[in-house]
């Protein structure tokens, strides 16, 4: 139990061009989900919370209108990189958190590389 | 804000053998969580065990053991009869119970030699 699925699992576009990233819970219902970057041999890097419902909350340092976040149902939360540049290649993961403390779900992460 | 602090960049270890990766962090909370997780080449994370912060007992998952010293803030993963297939980026995480976001360390990454 507890699935969170991430599609694409690689994605390549022109620079200029917006890509979305789905991260969709399976089996369960997630108020909240997390969007991580991990450049590489790196750590992973929160970048914001996703609601349900509401506002996601943005790290600092982390462009909230080039990096939209929308969560509009309890199974799915989405990441759109607009006009994508060479500098925003990297690997995003998303997680979900579930039921008590204990639960936390990653994704399989999005490779994104912007030529 | 809270840090999670893993210093040693690389480690490696003969098969079979025991290792233990260390983990410091800092936080004025009293409740939290303290994951270790594993990222193989693929890239999943991959849950390797998880400490209550007012647990004073240490986790153990068959051959991975935690040693949680809270009041020094340390939180260090012991690796027994190490095996091959261990031999990936081990992340050090801190989640807090206020807003359950998660904290990562800088990884440390262990390799298991034949």
């Known amino acids: 139990g507890a699935v969170v699925s991430q599609h694409p699992s690689w994605v390549i576009c022109k620079s200029g061009t917006s890509v979305k990233i789905e991260c969709r819970s399976l089996?369960?219902?997630?108020?909240?989900m997390f969007w991580y970057r991990q450049f590489p041999k790196q750590s992973l890097m929160l970048m914001a919370t996703?609601?349900?419902?509401?506002?996601?909350?943005?790290e600092q340092g982390v462009e909230k209108d080039k990096f939209l976040i929308n969560h509009a149902s309890l199974t799915l939360s989405t990441l759109t990189v607009t006009s994508a540049h060479p500098e925003d290649s990297s690997f995003y993961i998303c997680?979900?958190?579930?039921?008590?403390?204990?639960?936390?779900?990653f994704g399989s992460g999005t490779r994104l590389t912007v030529v | 804000a809270q840090t999670v602090t893993q210093s040693q960049p690389e480690m490696s270890v003969q098969e079979a053998e025991t290792v233990t990766l260390s983990c410091t962090y800092d936080?004025?909370?009293?409740?939290?969580?303290l994951f270790w997780y594993k990222q193989p080449p693929s890239r999943q994370m991959i849950l390797v065990i998880r400490q209550e912060a007012y647990k004073q007992q240490n986790a153990t998952e068959n051959r991975f053991s935690v040693n949680f010293q809270k009041a020094a803030k340390s939180f260090s993963l012991k690796i027994s009869d190490s095996q091959l297939g261990d031999t990936a980026m081990y992340f050090c995480?801190?989640?807090?119970?206020?807003?359950?976001?998660?904290?990562f360390g800088a990884g440390t990454r262990l390799t298991v030699k034949p």
């Open positions: 997680s979900a958190h579930w039921g008590s403390n204990y639960g936390y779900t």
């Open positions: 996703s609601n349900e419902g509401s506002k996601a909350t943005y």
């Open positions: 936080t004025s909370e009293n409740n939290y969580y």
């Open positions: 995480a801190f989640m807090s119970s206020n807003n359950n976001d998660m904290r």
């Open positions: 089996d369960f219902q997630a108020t909240t």
